[in-house]
């Protein structure tokens, strides 16, 4: 199915959206490989267009889309759960200025997702002796930095908190600058301990309702 018009486009990327957010959803697939995955199976060829993908957005409402019609109480619960444990993190962590982002910010948070941080430190040895000093176990790795390709890759410790796994980006200082623009449609990228904490009081708000 090849579009030829801007409608047909539009209609392809709202498919291929929709088939992504149930990839993402029900196996846990990241949005890169879901997308592409996804418009696979819409088009039938193996190296679609980037210009018929849709954008994480899109893509990111859908899973809201899918997740309210078939996991409704059962993932409000587990996005609830997420955010007070990340909150539990971000408050021992208060000292390297913790950010959250990702799903369990933005609301998708489901069975496969985990907590993703960002920390803001002199040197990432803090955090790791931190986190050592008291008896957590850390796996090191790498993740592309949030400012882009033009920046080298930052060091990210991984490592299990009351059974969530939490993965922390050890970002400089410096990267603090600029590290709070919005996304394109005004939300947030990442939010500080407060902002969070206001998330998850309207959570349980919402749930005693």
Do not use: C
Not at 18 to 36: E, L, W
Not at 153 to 161: A, G, L, N, Q
Request: cysteine-free; hydrophobic content about 40%.
């Amino acid at each position: 199915m090849m579009p030829n018009s801007n409608d047909d486009l539009q209609q392809v990327r709202a498919r291929i959206a929709a088939t992504a957010a149930r990839m993402i959803a029900q196996d846990g697939a990241d949005y890169s490989t879901a997308k592409t995955k996804a418009a696979r199976q819409v088009l039938g060829v193996d190296r679609p267009s980037p210009n018929y993908l849709p954008d994480n957005l899109q893509v990111e409402d859908e899973v809201r889309r899918y997740q309210a019609l078939f996991h409704g109480p059962a993932q409000a619960a587990r996005l609830q759960h997420m955010r007070s444990t990340a909150l539990e993190v971000m408050d021992q962590l208060a000292e390297f200025r913790p950010y959250i982002t990702g799903a369990v910010l933005n609301g998708t948070a489901g069975e496969h997702d985990d907590i993703h941080l960002q920390l803001f430190a002199d040197s990432a040895k803090e955090v790791e002796i931190w986190l050592l000093n008291r008896n957590v176990n850390i796996e090191i790795s790498e993740t592309p930095h949030f400012k882009g390709g033009r920046y080298d890759p930052v060091e990210t410790v991984s490592f299990m908190w009351h059974k969530e796994m939490v993965h922390a980006e050890l970002y400089d200082m410096n990267d603090l600058r600029g590290a709070l623009k919005t996304r394109a449609d005004g939300s947030l990228q990442r939010a500080d301990t407060a902002t969070l904490r206001t998330l998850t009081n309207n959570d349980s708000l919402e749930h005693d309702e």
